[in-house]
Nanobody, 123 residues
Framework: RCSCRRLGGGLVQPGGSLRLSCTASGFTLGYYAVGWFRQTPGKEREGVSCISKDDRDTWNADSVKGRFTILGDDAKNTVYLQMNSLKPEDTAVYYC????????????????WGKGTQVTVSS
């Protein structure tokens, strides 16, 4: 399964930065597309950022463009989500997920999910 680990604290002030990491035991992430998703209570899970396998194309939701960056480090078998200029509306549980195809940011298209990690943006 893939695991979602957080680097740094889960609570950050508006305007701050946080980096999330996604690792996977038993998987070589370079062979999969990886997506970051988030969910808040009462709302559907939504795609945030995706990176394809092979040529590592990326996609970002309009709400995070220019602020979030998804990065793959094949040597460490890790995919990161660098989040800058965080806003209170970025507060959510964040999940990473893998797929063998390229349907990200479709939630239904993802094959494997990690446990979520809470990110709270608040002063």
């Amino acid at each position: 399964r893939c695991s979602c680990r957080r680097l740094g604290g889960g609570l950050v002030q508006p305007g701050g930065s946080l980096r999330l990491s996604c690792t996977a035991s038993g998987f070589t992430l370079g062979y999969y597309a990886v997506g970051w998703f988030r969910q808040t209570p009462g709302k559907e899970r939504e795609g945030v950022s995706c990176i394809s396998k092979d040529d590592r194309d990326t996609w970002n939701a309009d709400s995070v463009k220019g602020r979030f960056t998804i990065l793959g480090d094949d040597a460490k078998n890790t995919v990161y989500l660098q989040m800058n200029s965080l806003k209170p509306e970025d507060t959510a549980v964040y999940y990473c997920a893998l797929e063998s195809g390229w349907s990200c940011p479709s939630v239904r298209g993802m094959d494997y999910w990690g446990k979520g990690t809470q990110v709270t943006v608040s002063s």
